[in-house]
């Protein structure tokens, strides 16, 4: 799958970089492009058994050449209120789902996914128009770092048999190296306000479970995972434009 995804991004990059025309005049300049960013995340492979659709909310920093090459890195907050892997912590609770406190009584308890990425990119936009040459579909592939876990919401004052430390026997914390692809539509105009993206992005994560113990299977837990995340991802660029146009010089795609 990973390497499958690899071949079509570059594949189909190589193919509209060589359908440009050699003498399209450029007038881009080179930017720092400062982006808040929201996606909506589906779960694939592993990643489904354990969480339902979550969410990503970060900010990425890029360079962009004059040549619509963007190098840069990003990172994000991963959050969502579907969880499907609770089998591990029912041995704690009682019969109607609620834990019981240290005082006898019967408290809630909610499980969340929490988790983040870091990554750096590498991209390149190829234009629709040589009027516009900041505007057109935008590229990139990522490589860095991933984690999740199962937070367990409780009352930490009264409820320690799934607080602090006993907490992380039952959360499931994985953690691993990440790749990622991407393919949207990037808006870019200098004076304007509204600079954005939106596309579709896959990512793979390759993560194992860091905890020492989990207290469940009364082992550690030491399978391999592969962790897919299918986003629809949005963006909006503060773009700092960084020395004079090129309006007057012709670069070759």
């Not at 963007?70 to 959050?79: D, K």
Request: glycine share 10%; aromatic share 14%; proline share 3%.
């Amino acid at each position: 799958m990973k390497i499958v995804n690899l071949i079509f991004a570059f594949v189909l990059l190589w193919n509209c970089t060589l359908a440009q025309n050699d003498d399209d005049p450029i007038d881009t300049e080179s930017a720092m492009l400062i982006a808040p960013i929201i996606s909506v995340q589906i779960p694939g492979a592993n990643l489904a058994d354990r969480f339902g659709v979550g969410y990503l909310m970060g900010l990425s920093l890029d360079y962009k050449f004059g040549k619509n090459w963007y190098v840069g890195g990003e990172g994000g907050f991963l959050f969502g209120t579907q969880v499907k892997e609770t089998n591990h912590i029912e041995q704690t609770l009682a019969q109607n789902g609620m834990v019981i406190t240290d005082e006898g009584f019967l408290d809630e308890v909610n499980l969340n996914l929490r988790g983040g990425i870091a990554k750096v990119n590498v991209g390149k936009s190829i234009f629709f128009k040589a009027a516009k040459p900041s505007n057109g579909i935008l590229f990139k592939l990522g490589a860095g770092y991933m984690q999740h876990k199962i937070l367990i919401d409780v009352n930490k004052k009264n409820t320690p048999q799934l607080s602090g430390q006993y907490a992380k026997g039952y959360d499931r914390f994985s953690n691993g190296l990440l790749l990622s692809q991407y393919i949207g539509l990037i808006r870019l105009d200098k004076g304007k306000f509204v600079n954005v993206t939106l596309g579709f992005e896959i990512t793979e994560g390759f993560t194992r479970n860091a905890r020492p113990y989990d207290f469940y299977l009364e082992q550690k837990l030491t399978e391999k995972r592969v962790d897919l995340m299918y986003g629809v991802k949005f963006t909006w660029m503060i773009p700092v434009y960084i020395g004079k146009s090129s309006s007057s010089q012709y670069y070759t795609y």
